[in-house]
């Protein structure tokens, strides 16, 4: 029998802290949504919303998003999965986004990862990416299991909101 967790939970951490993994075994053991904010805000500038031009904007010149518009984006994706709960990665990143985040609903539990900055370099250093699919390798402890053709995934600039 599986124990019952908290239903909204959200799990922080630097590019390369494990958040991916951890979060991979948690929707699997209790089968909650994952929503990546990253992700959810790519997703917006390739169906071209009213707010795409915003977003990439700001991506393309490495500036943070009005902590607002983020918020829009992510509260609106949760509200639609609120009664199921979620685990949300990527945000908030700055106490104000936590703060209007906690106004529009209650977290259960954050999930901090707090890795040291040499051993996140580490593991970036090898960190690729199979684009077809998504899937994040590390040459040295998590290679393809079958030779695939992978590109380099640019961690330094994911920090865009």
């Keep these: 029998m599986t124990t019952q967790i908290a239903r909204r ?4 951490g ?3 802290s494990g958040k991916g993994t951890i979060a991979s075994r948690i929707i699997k ?4 949504p ?9 997703s917006h500038i390739q169906r071209k ?3 795409s031009k915003t977003i990439k904007e700001h991506i393309d010149k490495g500036l943070l998003l009005p902590d607002e518009l ?3 984006f992510v509260a609106g994706e949760l509200k639609k999965i609120r009664d199921k ?5 990527g945000y908030p990143r700055t106490l104000n986004q936590a703060k209007l985040l906690d106004k529009e609903m209650q977290i259960d539990h954050v999930v901090a990862l707090n890795v040291p900055n040499d051993e996140i370099v580490n593991r ?3 960190r690729w990416i199979h684009a077809p699919s998504g899937r994040i390798y590390n040459l040295l402890w998590n290679p393809p299991k079958v030779a695939v053709n992978l590109g380099k995934k640019n961690n330094y600039h994911s920090f865009f909101y």
């Design 49 to 51: 919303t009213e707010e």
């Design 85 to 89: 709960g979620f685990l949300l990665d």
């Design 29 to 32: 053991t209790y089968g909650m």
């Design 124 to 126: 970036l250093k090898d």
């Design 9 to 12: 939970l959200v799990i922080l």
């Design 34 to 42: 994952y929503i990546v904010v990253g992700d959810l805000l790519r």
């Design 70 to 72: 983020v918020l829009k």
């Design 14 to 16: 630097a590019p390369g």
